[in-house]
């Protein structure tokens, strides 16, 4: 398989592939994903207060992974991840052993400024992200600056690959977007090597079904 024409931004540090998955098929990813996904909230305590991630989270592969100071226990590859795991690896080239599951329930949810740059993940890794659902902006800024330098609209079966020296010199964000209404999944894969960091989340987290309990 060769790698399907992108957009290459910010000196290549970005390959923005729309339309990877034709919207039939990021339709049907985005439910079944919804569906069969254990979500977990991510509840760990901030200078002795409780908080929860803003997000549900669940980590796939055969990493454990360092993320926001937890450590995340990885689950098994599907059948399904493990497919879309090949489809990324052949239009990122290169091969990935970890992935990080995202829903965004609805606009309220986010991540804020951040670099994928814990030691797991290596010098100048490369991450691919596939989105499915709601389409939400992704904001990307130097590090040590305020104004982003691009901003993107993701959308249902877009692929965006981070690559080179980005995790070093930007920080990317997706913001909270009150008007957003419907969820949005974002799956993330990267390569990790080293010691594995030791897994400590398990006791701070609980497993919520969505959208049945609807509890952020
Ligand atoms: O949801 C996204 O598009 C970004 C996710 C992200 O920032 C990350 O996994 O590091």
Redesign the pocket.
Known sequence: MSAREFESLLGDRIRLTRGFFAPARAAELMATLLRETPWLAVRYENEGRPRELPRLTVNYGERSYD?SGLVFTPLPWTPLLAELRAQAEAQAETRFNAL?V?L?RDGEDA?NW?A?DSPGVGQDPI?A?L?FGAT?T?LVRPKGGSEPSLTLE?QAGDL?VMRGDLQHTHQ???PREPEVTGP?I?L?FRTLSGPAPQPAVAHASRVVRWPDDGDK
């Open positions: 993320y990080i995202q965004y991540v951040h994928d991450i992200s989105s939400r992704f993701l965006l990317h964000k997706v949005r974002n993330t």
